[in-house]
C-alpha cells in the first residue's frame, strides 16, 4: 500500500491522493516568448501603419551586432527612407541634473497636447542608465510613457559613439516613417555626444541652470556655439530673479561669438519644467526657426550636408572596421607599432606599410 496511514488501523486519518508538483519551468513561458518572425516587407508595412510593437522590433534590429539583425534592419530602413524626413527634430543637451527629463516630459506633453506625435531617442554611449533599461528611461518620463503618441527609447548601449549616434539616426528614419512628427534626441551635454546630436537634428536646444556659480558650467564654449537656444530652467520661486540675470549673461555671451551659418541669432528663454511655466514659448521659439530657416533655404541645406556626413562617416566607419579586421593587419600591427616604437622606422612609414599590406591582401582576394 502507497500509505499506510490510509489503513483501517488508523481510523480518522486519509491522505488524498496528489497532484503532481509544478515543474521548476513554466512550460508555456516559450510560447510566450516567441515572437512573430516579420519579413523585411512585414516590417515596413507594420511601421507605415504606425505600430509600435513592430517599430520597437525593428529599432531592436537596428541596434543589434548581428550581421543577419543588421542585413534586415538596412533592408527596412531603405524602404522607409522615402516616407521619411518629416518631422521636426531636436536635439536636446544639459548637464545631468539640469532637468532634461522633466522638462522633456512637461515639453513633451504639451506637443501631445497640440496632437503632435513625440518620439524620444538619447545618445548617451558612456552611461550605465542606458544598458537596456527601457524601464529607466520610462520611469524618468512618468507622462509622456503613459501616451499612445509618445514613443520613448533608450540609448543604444553597444560601441563607440560613432555607432551610437548612426543607430540613432536610423531609429529616427524608422520613427518617422511611422508618423511621428517631432523627434527629441537627448544626450548629457558633457562630452563629445554633443556634436553626433548635432548632425542629425534641426534645432539644438541647451538646458542651462541659474546660480549656480560659474555661469557657463562647465559647458564648452563649442557646444554653446552649437545651441539655436538656450532655455535656462528652474526659473521658480526665489530662482527667478537668478534665471533672468543668467538669461542676460548668456545673451551678452552669445553676441561675442562669430553669427551662426544660418542667419538665425540665438534665443535665450527662462521656464521651470516642473512647474510648467514658460514650456509654450519654448515650441514657439523653434517654431520661428524652422519658419526662418525654411525660407532663407538654411533648412534643406543643412539636411543634405547631414545626409552628406552620415554618409563619409558611414564609410569611415567600415574602412576602419575592415582595416582593423583583416587578418593580415592584425598579424603585423603589433610588430610596426613597437617598430616605431624602438625608433626602427617613423610612424608614417609604418602606416603606408600597414595599408599597402592592407590594400595588398584586399586586392588578392
Ligand atoms: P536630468 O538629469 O537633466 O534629466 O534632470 P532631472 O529632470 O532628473 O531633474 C533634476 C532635478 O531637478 C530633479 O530633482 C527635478 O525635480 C529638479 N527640477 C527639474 N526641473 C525643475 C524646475 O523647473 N524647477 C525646479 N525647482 N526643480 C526642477
Not at 197 to 210: E, G, K, N, P, R
Not at 359 to 365: M, R
Request: with cysteine; hydrophobic share 40%; aromatic share 8%.
Amino acid at each position: 500500500m502507497e500509505h499506510p496511514e490510509n489503513d483501517d488501523l488508523y481510523k480518522g486519518l486519509k491522505v488524498n491522493k496528489g497532484v503532481a508538483d509544478v515543474p521548476t519551468v513554466n512550460p508555456y513561458l516559450k510560447k510566450r516568448l516567441q515572437r512573430k518572425e516579420y519579413t523585411p516587407a512585414e516590417f515596413v508595412e507594420g511601421i507605415l501603419k504606425g505600430n509600435i510593437t513592430i517599430l520597437s522590433q525593428a529599432v531592436t534590429l537596428v541596434e543589434s551586432a548581428k550581421y543577419e539583425h543588421q542585413q534586415v534592419a538596412q533592408e527596412i530602413i531603405e524602404k522607409c527612407l522615402p516616407h521619411a524626413g518629416k518631422s521636426v527634430r531636436i536635439g536636446i543637451t544639459g548637464v545631468p541634473g539640469a532637468g532634461k527629463s522633466t522638462s522633456i516630459d512637461v515639453f513633451g506633453m504639451h506637443l501631445i497636447g497640440k496632437g503632435r506625435k513625440l518620439a524620444v531617442l538619447a545618445i548617451d554611449p558612456s552611461s550605465e542608465r542606458s544598458k537596456g533599461s527601457i524601464l529607466g528611461d520610462k520611469t524618468r518620463m512618468e507622462a509622456l510613457s503613459r501616451e499612445k503618441n509618445a514613443f520613448i527609447r533608450p540609448s543604444p548601449s553597444a560601441g563607440s559613439l560613432g555607432g551610437v549616434a548612426r543607430k540613432t539616426r536610423e531609429t529616427i528614419v524608422l520613427c518617422e516613417a511611422a508618423g511621428f512628427d517631432t523627434v527629441f534626441v537627448e544626450t548629457v551635454g558633457v562630452g563629445q555626444s554633443e556634436t553626433a546630436v548635432h548632425s542629425m537634428v534641426d534645432f539644438f536646444l541647451l538646458i542651462q541652470l541659474a546660480g549656480t556659480g560659474d555661469e557657463l558650467q562647465g559647458i564648452k564654449r563649442g557646444i554653446m556655439e552649437m545651441a539655436d537656444g538656450i532655455i535656462i530652467n528652474k526659473a521658480d520661486g526665489d530662482n527667478i530673479d537668478k534665471a533672468n540675470l543668467a538669461a542676460a549673461q548668456f545673451r551678452n555671451a552669445l553676441h561675442l561669438f562669430p553669427p551662426s551659418e544660418s542667419g538665425w541669432f540665438p534665443k535665450v528663454l527662462t521656464y521651470s519644467g516642473y512647474y510648467n511655466l514658460g514650456i509654450k514659448e519654448i515650441w514657439e521659439m523653434i517654431g520661428k526657426y524652422m519658419e526662418f530657416t525654411k525660407k532663407n533655404g538654411y533648412f534643406n541645406h543643412k539636411r543634405n550636408e547631414q545626409a552628406k556626413y552620415w554618409m563619409y562617416e558611414s564609410i569611415n566607419d567600415t574602412l576602419r572596421e575592415k582595416f582593423y579586421h583583416n587578418p593580415a593587419v592584425e598579424n603585423r600591427l603589433g610588430i610596426t607599432e613597437q617598430q616605431v616604437l624602438n625608433n626602427e622606422i617613423s610612424s608614417f612609414v609604418a602606416a603606408k606599410r600597414m595599408m599597402d599590406l592592407f590594400l595588398a591582401d584586399i586586392s588578392g582576394k
